[in-house]
């Protein structure tokens, strides 16, 4: 899948005869060619090789120790990308960078300069820390060649609805290839139909065996091109494709229909173009799709669409269906036939989205419901319950043996088991998920073709008793895990190719890719991160969606909230799916509702990512747009920074639109003054001053520099304001603190949300906010748990471990432990409302919408698959072991904080490892309160350096001091924390802590 452009750099030294030359005058000679590097089926990276000639003299017996490149637009100088790779033995434990060494660089991804002339120049260091000067600058442009103009095709019959494709190739073995697919039925924009075939109009099997589903879901003028690597060991390779439109292809936009299938060998030649090999069969007869009502809120508000979304209700036709198609070639089938106009026509241009994988995967545990013997005209029939153990995307995979001609087979899907055992099909969701099959006489394989979010499927007269081994499903999810994803920064040995191809013998430079480990002596904290690393893993597709479940549309706080977990679990692989969604909040139909916080969760969403990836282009294309959605209310900076409702009299924002303050409002949650502020709410201003100075970082990464001083006076002025206008003298308990809007209610969002913001006048204020959120949060007692949603408890979290993190005022240590102490109560509470709870409600996997669900609680949510109150995936990570990044100014992964706030009692030891973008940080700690000794060992990246602090409010009367690999270390208390003076920079340290 191309979502990323990296550079792989190839370092080389031409041997000269000449004397030595100073190095400022060294001329580097770089070159440029096309290459796609991958190594695996499942990602591939699109890469330019940078290489770069230096004379040998230039530096002699010197190696290269570190490089900076920098691309940019060729038509006026811009810089896209700037940073400095260094690699040593000494910091990494691999070798140095040779004349034969090379690496890849990571680029942003750059979906904006497809099809653009960019320039690229370099500057290279020596081992004595000498270095060149700028090389001269070498162009190229990015964009497949030819891919543009490939002819889109499809079956004989232009009105059908299902399609099944294959083509047999001839490729020469063990070679690398490189497949293209871009299909679209409509130009369209996605929200007016909001279904997820947009996600599933084809499916992509490779010899048989699954690859993936797309392409991802965009707006109109754009198409989606997903890319492939392709490995061939036998004599031949057979492409399968299988693809699903709603609306007939006859429509007034027929010619935007088709698929584009496009593959070149290993040097750029086109191996398979247009509709030439390729055969077709007309599937809506065999699929025989009913588009029922699927589930409900598509976003279709306002006139954006229907208000709910359609998805085919499979009632597969056996008899018909070629079971083997994707595995041999039928040629009885029809050739498939070209589409005018193209794929690309009308001014729709090529776009990048996230790769989405798709892989099999074995069910668990059957359990019989009933079996009569004999008991239908038609032979045995067996009713079962398939379990897959957790709730995932996609559909089941089932065998059937040969006989039962004619047998229509009944399967149900759901989230949840009914009293009696059986599946409860019809969810409180509103999904309806129940299809017929007509089994045929031969062995049969059913793969419906759409996905579905469940964990059981339930089978109605089946013909035999299940084996568990004919029980399988398929998943579709977004690649965290692989450590091939486009993020990924690899060291490869051969560099005297510069058109590379990866081997199975290439070593890795460090592990880029992959998940956020963590491990704890308290398996329910173990218990709670596993929940939402989960449900983050397992609910990632092309975007981040409200629910896979129920409403699959991007609501903006729910998407901005999942990009800032997905930063937990996964801080580089992350980076394509939180750059694609964040650019989708931005598109015309992109937008939801007109809340106050979703107006925010776009600032929100673009700062984290341009500030943690060190890509301004995103900024820059999209900061000063206008939108116009179906509402037909322009938005632009000035609302999603709630400047537009600034009153400068009353230095407050005021009458924000629509304010959620917390959702979904039930019983469940606090009581007390429910419902949204009218006028001056604490609450909007808090969310005013985070997307004020969030905003001011964007404008100053835009140059955008008198509204970025425009933010930061409204800030100001509104952080000088709040304080005497919301803040409560009627606090409980005595000596608490707490803020109240202007209706004299003392929401608990009211004050959650000036913590986060730090609106209070000193850091002993804030932790004031911390003992009235703990009284108010229990006022019915432990059983009963929060009183506030899951996504709103996330926040409270973030404000209460960021009043603990380092700072220069003082801070009463007694108030900093009880602080320590709540926040970690509430990640491990087993009250109702917590994530412990949900866990025994309906034995959930995934977090749920609510913390409660219907019929467990009557006033639940409604799906058990909702990653909105997933914020453990980051709270866990980045503020409890408390390894997030902090560099001022772009790239922040190369200063990062190591900040463990533990509680005094019921975590003793953890362990994690995060790969960031710079490398994998890795922190071991253990806490011994009787000794007086707190431990940790700490790996840093050679190119990261790292703040290291212990937890000083753990002995607040002692005098400590601190060690580092066995020796005396100047350090300093900070807040709450004691902190070392000196960054450590790429290396292993172990940190005594002594009271």
Known sequence: MLTTLVFFVVALVKASASSSISRSTCKIAPHVNWNILSSSVATAQETAVLGWEIDALCAPGLLQKSFQVQLYHASNGTSLYQSDVIMSTENHGHKLVTKEGSAIVPMSSLEDVIQMQLSVRVKVWFQDDSNTEWSDSVSFVFDPPGLSSSMPFWDTNSSAQFVMMTKELKLSQNTQYHLFIAANPTSQPARFHNSSKLLCSYKLWINGQPISAGPGRNVGGHVNVDYYPLTVSGDSTLLAVELYYLQKMTDVHDDFGGLVVYVLDGHGNVVSDGPSGWYTLDATPIFRPTAKVMGRGDGGRNGAGTGVFFQPHENINGPNYPFEWRSMVNSSWSRAQPRQGGLFSAGVSLKYGPFVQMQNIQAEKITMLSSTIQGTSEGDSYRYVVDFGKNFQGHVNFSFSAGFGGRDVVIRLGEQIQSNGSVKWMAASGNVWCSTWTLPSSKSTFVPHEYAEFRYAEIINAPEKPQLENMMGWRVSYPFENSDNPSSIRLVDDAKDSFLHSSSKTPMLREQGGLTQFQSNDENLNSVWQLAKYTLISGTLDLNTDSNTRQRDVCNLDAWLQTEYQGGIAPTTAQAIRKRVTQFMYELRGYVNYWTEFLVAH??????????????????????????????????????????????????????????????????????????????????????????????????????FEYQQMLLKMAGDIRSTAQKTFASTNCQPAGSACYMDDDNTTKLPSTILPLLANLTESAADSLKLVSFLKARNQQ?????????????????????????????????????????????????????????GMMQQGNATMTMEAWTISPEVGEGGGTMSHPWTASPAAIVPRYLAGIRPIALGLYSWKRVAV???????????????????????????????????????????????????????????ASCNMKVNGMSASSSVQGALQCLQEDKIGGSYNIEFLC
């Open 780 to 836: 019915r007692g432990l059983p009963h748990g929060l009183e506030v949603s899951g996504w709103m408890a996330g926040l409270m979290l973030k404000g209460i471990y960021e009043t603990l993190a380092p700072h220069g005022q003082d801070v009463p240590m007694d108030l900093a432990s009880q602080a320590a102490d709540y926040a970690y109560s509430v990640l491990v509470a087993d009250g109702t409302n917590s994530w412990i």
């Open 603 to 704: 600032v929100f969403a673009l700062d984290s990512y341009t500030t943690e990836y060190d890509d301004a282009g995103l900024a820059q294309n999209v900061w000063n747009s206008t939108m116009v959605p179906p509402m037909g209310l322009p938005l632009s900076k000035y609302n999603y920074t709630l400047s537009a409702y600034y009153d400068s009299t009353a230095d407050l924002v005021r009458k924000t639109p629509k304010p959620l303050v917390d959702w979904p409002r039930s019983e469940q949650i606090d009581t007390t003054g429910p419902g949204a502020c009218n006028d001056k709410c604490a609450s909007m201003n808090a969310w005013a001053v985070l997307a004020m100075e969030a905003g001011a970082r964007l404008a100053q990464n835009t140059n955008d």
């Open 899 to 957: 900040y463990p706030i533990l509680p005094t009692s019921g975590l003793s030891t953890l362990q994690i490892e995060v790969p960031s973008p710079q490398g994998v940080v890795v922190m071991n700690c253990s806490l011994s309160l009787s000794s007086s000794k707190f431990q940790m060992s700490v790996t840093v990246p050679g190119n990261t350096a790292a703040h290291i602090c212990a937890p000083k409010y753990l002995f607040p009367t």
